[in-house]
């Protein structure tokens, strides 16, 4: 689960963690009044949404007005930003963090994610903030630190002597960032984050550590210990099928294809999306419908894949292993009789009762393709999304 901005600095600041002075605000209305109550004369403007990018895309500004804030709430408020990190229809800004100005001297990176090879939290450092990463770690590697935290040390020193080291810290910096380190460990270990950036920390014009941004993703697995988390949870921020499937406990991952893939098990399902791209189609969608696909459930992801316009066609590719394939065929067939499905459906049953499964299909009275092995049926949809 992602926060916004302003979610993740209120994590941050009750850990201790400098950030600056600002206020949420959800109608414009109350952008004059934000900016008195936070004083000063220059304030950041930031739309508040689960994507980077947004300064490149208009998304942020620095203003010298109350005026200013109010025109830029207007703007943005109820309408979508688009940045490289969305698709062309952006997302929805329904909030504005305001803040006061910081002075930057220089920009740093930093983040923290867990790496399942050696099972710890890695911190990754670099002295270049405010820019794509990825980009520093291709054209400038000696400028990052990847430093693994062992969590059984008491002392963390160590580990922030060699971060700082990397950030190019003097003394008096490296002794604000010693215990910033220790507070963002706390915070990553007692919120179950699976990934904290600052991009960028900065160091502020009188020489101190500052966090100019805040990006949160919780383990959503962990989220039932995190009851307080949960109510920062904002689904407007996420694809509305995707938000509908976890209701219902479906894998779900909208794409921008047109063959809608309906499938028993995460491999699976990667290997036909594959085999789709094969012979030259494009997937509608990640499905995974689990390894129990009830008739309820197969009702349930026919009606979420149908809500994407650009399907032509649906593939259900179904093994029976745990399931028996003449109850999935049983359930396929009720299933289109309640939805009232008007595209093609191609059907690939194999495994338990898979032969059963497919007499089933064949001897009802809806349309479907039945098609007993994975590539035929891939190219069968292909042919029929064209």
Request: proline fraction near 3%.
């Amino acid at each position: 689960m992602n926060l916004h901005e302003y979610q993740g600095k209120s994590l941050f600041a009750e850990y201790n963690l400098p950030v600056s002075k600002g206020k949420v605000i959800f109608s414009a209305e109350d952008a004059i009044e934000a900016c008195k109550e936070i004083g000063g004369k220059k304030w950041v403007v930031k739309a508040q949404v689960h994507a980077g990018g947004r300064g490149k895309s208009g998304g942020v500004e620095l203003i010298e007005s109350p005026q200013a804030a109010y025109d830029f709430a207007l703007k943005w408020l109820g309408n979508r930003l688009v940045t490289y990190q969305t698709d062309s229809k952006g997302q929805i800004v329904n909030s504005i963090l305001i803040e006061d100005c910081t002075d930057i001297a220089k920009e740093l990176y930093l983040s923290a994610v867990i790496d399942r090879d050696s099972q710890k939290i890695v911190f990754i450092g670099s002295s270049e903030g405010g820019v794509n990463i990825e980009e520093v770690a291709k054209n400038s590697p000696e400028k990052i630190i990847y430093q693994g935290i062992d969590l059984d040390e008491q002392d963390l020193n160590n580990f922030a002597i060699s971060i700082g080291n990397v950030l190019k810290l003097n003394d008096e910096q490296q002794n604000q960032f010693a215990p910033m380190l220790d507070n963002l460990v706390r915070l990553f270990v007692e919120k179950d984050l699976s990934l904290l950036e600052i991009n960028p920390l900065v160091i502020t014009q009188n020489g101190d550590l500052h966090c100019l941004d805040a990006k949160i993703n919780i383990d959503s697995n962990a989220l039932f210990r995190q009851p307080e988390l949960m109510e920062m949870h904002d689904e407007s921020q996420e694809d509305p099928q995707e938000a509908e499937a976890a209701k219902h406990d479906l894998s779900y991952v909208s794409l921008d294809g047109n063959i809608g893939c309906m499938v028993n098990g995460a491999g699976l399902a990667m290997g036909t999306m594959d085999t789709i791209k094969f012979f030259g189609g494009n997937p509608a969608n990640f499905l995974d419908v689990g390894g129990t696909a009830t008739q309820e459930r197969v009702a349930k992801a026919f009606k979420i894949i149908l809500k994407d316009p650009e399907v032509k066609v649906v593939l259900v590719n179904i093994f029976g292993g745990i399931v028996r394939c003449d109850l999935i065929a049983e359930g396929i067939v009720a299933a289109i009789k309640e939805v009232g499905i008007k595209v093609p459906v191609v059907v690939r049953l194999e495994g338990n009762n898979a032969e059963i499964g497919a007499k089933i299909l064949e001897e009802s009275d809806i349309k479907v393709e039945s098609i007993n092995d994975l590539a035929s049926a891939a190219k069968k949809s292909v042919e029929l999304s064209k």
